[in-house]
Nanobody, 121 residues
Framework: QVQLVESGGGLVQAGGSLRLSCAAS????????MRWYRQVPGKQREFVAS???????NYADSVKGRFTISRDNTKTTEYLQMDSLEPEDTAVYYC???????????????WGQGTQVTVSS
């Protein structure tokens, strides 16, 4: 069974920084694209950033220039470095990954449990 576990959320003042981590565990063949999403109560979950296995990145316009997504050399952990945080960044942040459980099956999408980020003004 594949699990994605996020960490690194918390409370920070506007202008501050936080670094989120998402580590994959369990039995799998490889992880392809990894992403971060966020959700505010009463609103739809929105895309924040993505990174391919090869390292190509993509960002939502609202976080470009402030957030940086990366992944480690094992390709099983992703990070989201969040700088110049704004109160509008307050949300539950979720990691998402396309996981191949073996070499013969297509990737399946997995979600982490979410981590709360609160930015005070």
């Amino acid at each position: 069974q594949v699990q994605l576990v996020e960490s690194g959320g918390g409370l920070v003042q506007a202008g501050g920084s936080l670094r989120l981590s998402c580590a994959a565990s369990g039995r799998f063949f490889e992880i392809n694209d990894m992403r971060w999403y966020r959700q505010v109560p009463g609103k739809q979950r929105e895309f924040v950033a993505s990174i391919t296995r090869g390292g190509r990145t993509n960002y939502a316009d609202s976080v470009k220039g402030r957030f940086t997504i990366s992944r480690d050399n094992t390709k099983t952990t992703e990070y989201l470095q969040m700088d110049s945080l704004e109160p509008e960044d307050t949300a539950v942040y979720y990691c998402n990954a396309d996981v191949k459980v073996n070499a013969f099956l297509s990737s399946l999408g997995y979600w982490g449990q979410g981590t709360q980020v609160t930015v005070s003004s």
